[in-house]
């Protein structure tokens, strides 16, 4: 069903501290986020301050600018570039002939469209009703719960206090439940432990091209598209090296800069997946012009969900159409690649590999040819490297890697003593 586009007027405040850079991308970023959210931007208007008008968010003559544009192009509604207050929502809600929204209730909006799994609509829920909680608003002292004494007594709970008992207990339900979600996630991830199955997540900025690169790398289908957050439920698929190591690949939620915390919150267990992850890949997209800004942002997000100790590699994505000023950070590893060139996704194969064997440990075995078994379990639990085989003893000389507490070990060991032995 075809749904017409909202128009949108756009609103964004600059303070001091904010550089033009920064603030511009910001706009930008807004108008990308109304895109997503199926909304027509009109126009974006901009002003400086020296902070936030408290009552308004933006200054009186502003207002008014903003008031006989509103009348003139009759927007369907006004998007704010920071998180508005309750009061500053009433306000500007009674001045403008539009409906007042903010960045945080915009990207709860497109949240909202996302969300596929019962998980990520029930977190969505919960981050819109802990949003909309502090901003419901009646008439005044009026209707506010009535005490006891002379002209006091009368209808005991008005619509105002029901509707905030109701949200409090819908929170609550939803908390139960996603408590529950959370403790089989849990089990799952404790499951793919003890498979000793080496874990990847991709993590990065918004539209860097995560589910692109995950659908090429593990033939899945995943959605993607040209907008922010295609993907909010993690997903997660078996992905083959090219020494035939199986290892699991997930794709997470994208980033974005100034995340309202309602939402970090809200998607921490889902964020999770990548706390659980023995190795990251941080895809940065190289043709936006804020990349530098994006992989800062990422890793500040990463340090917060204290993930700063699992070894990563940068996969700098898009590189066939790279943005003229893109200059790979010096720091850590990283890799130039386009996810659609099935050459570079080798390239980032053979990375993975290579930055996989500094986390295990080397071995050299013989086994029988007649033992099919074990030469099939060492390609798919090891990551093996060479086999030669010898005509004469009919026996495979197999060298590779191993993770240090995969159960193959024990074997493994079994099988070099006898080699010891026949030597």
Do not use: W
């Amino acid at each position: 069903m075809y749904l017409e586009k909202e128009k949108a007027i756009l609103v964004g405040c600059q303070l001091p501290n904010d550089h033009e850079e920064r603030f511009t991308y910001s706009m930008e970023e807004l108008a990308s986020l109304a895109k997503t959210a199926k909304a027509e931007v009109q126009l974006s208007t901009t002003q400086k301050r020296t902070r936030f008008h408290p009552a308004t968010y933006i200054g009186k003559g502003k207002l008014e600018e903003l008031a006989a544009l509103v009348k003139e192009m009759e927007p369907d509604v006004v998007i704010f570039n920071n998180e508005l207050t309750p009061s500053q929502i009433r306000n500007l809600s009674n001045e403008l002939e539009a409906r007042v929204i903010d960045r945080t209730q915009l990207i709860l909006d497109i949240f909202a469209q996302r969300a596929k799994s019962r998980e990520g609509k029930l977190q969505v829920e919960l981050a819109q009703l802990q949003y909309a909680l502090p901003r419901l608003v009646g008439q005044g002292e009026a209707l506010s719960r009535l005490g006891g004494g002379i002209g006091t007594r009368g209808p005991g709970e008005t619509k105002l206090e029901t509707d905030r008992r109701h949200i409090r207990g819908r929170i609550d339900e939803i908390k139960q439940q996603l408590a529950v979600i959370v403790e089989h996630r849990k089990r799952y991830r404790e499951r793919r432990k003890q498979n000793s199955t080496f874990q990847l997540s991709l993590a990065g900025y918004t539209n860097a091209g995560k589910s692109t690169l995950f659908n090429r790398l593990t033939e899945a289908d995943t959605f993607e598209e040209n907008l922010l957050f295609a993907t909010l439920d993690p997903t997660t698929r078996k992905m083959q090296l090219p020494c035939g190591y199986t290892v699991l690949l997930t794709d997470t939620v994208g980033f974005i800069q100034d995340l309202p915390t309602s939402l970090v919150a809200a998607f921490r267990s889902t964020l999770e997946e990548v706390n659980e992850a023995d190795f990251i890949l941080h895809v940065v997209d190289s043709s936006d012009s804020n990349y530098a800004g994006h992989e800062k942002t990422v890793k500040n997000l990463l340090c917060d969900l204290e993930v700063e100790q699992i070894p990563f590699i940068t996969v700098y994505n898009k590189k066939d159409i790279e943005h003229p000023s893109f200059l790979p950070s010096p720091k850590g590893e990283h890799v130039l690649i386009s996810a659609f060139d099935s050459e570079d996704l080798d390239l980032l194969k053979q990375k993975i590999e290579s930055e996989m064997k500094q986390l295990m440990n080397p071995y050299r075995v013989i086994v029988s040819a007649a033992e099919g078994r074990m030469l099939t379990l060492l390609k798919t639990d090891t990551l093996l490297e060479e086999t030669v085989f010898n005509e004469e003893t009919q026996t495979y000389e197999c060298k590779g890697y191993i993770f240090a507490n995969s159960p193959l070990n024990g074997p493994i060991k079994r099988y070099a003593a006898r080699k010891g032995e026949e030597e």
